[in-house]
Nanobody, 115 residues
Framework: QLQLVESGGGLVQPGGSLRLSCAASGSTYSINAMAWYRQAPGKQRELVAAITSSGTTNLADSVQDRFTIFRDNAKNAVYLQMNSLTPEDTAVYYC?????????WGQGTQVTVSS
């Protein structure tokens, strides 16, 4: 079993930055990959960024020049650094992880970009 808890969301102005954190607890051995998804009202949940245990990353085209995903395996945490935020980035952001072929989700953290 894994528990994922997100933090770091909030209200920011366009052009601002946020860093989201996801802390994993429980059975944290052998986590194969972690990722961030987001879901805006009226839209499907979409993959924002992902990282494997070996460090391979991928980011959605809409964020690849602005966001960075990284892990701290010693802390069992994954982070999403978000820069140059726009109102289109407004969404609930969810942490995701896979371990032993099972998928786990966090409860989500709200990010609102507005002037």
């Amino acid at each position: 079993q894994l528990q994922l808890v997100e933090s770091g969301g909030g209200l920011v102005q366009p052009g601002g930055s946020l860093r989201l954190s996801c802390a994993a607890s429980g059975s944290t051995y052998s986590i194969n990959a972690m990722a961030w998804y987001r879901q805006a009202p009226g839209k499907q949940r979409e993959l924002v960024a992902a990282i494997t245990s070996s460090g391979t990353t991928n980011l959605a085209d809409s964020v690849q020049d602005r966001f960075t995903i990284f892990r701290d395996n010693a802390k069992n945490a994954v982070y999403l650094q978000m820069n140059s935020l726009t109102p289109e980035d407004t969404a609930v952001y969810y942490c995701w992880a896979v371990r032993v072929n099972r998928v786990y989700w966090g409860q989500g953290t709200q990010v609102t970009v507005s002037s």
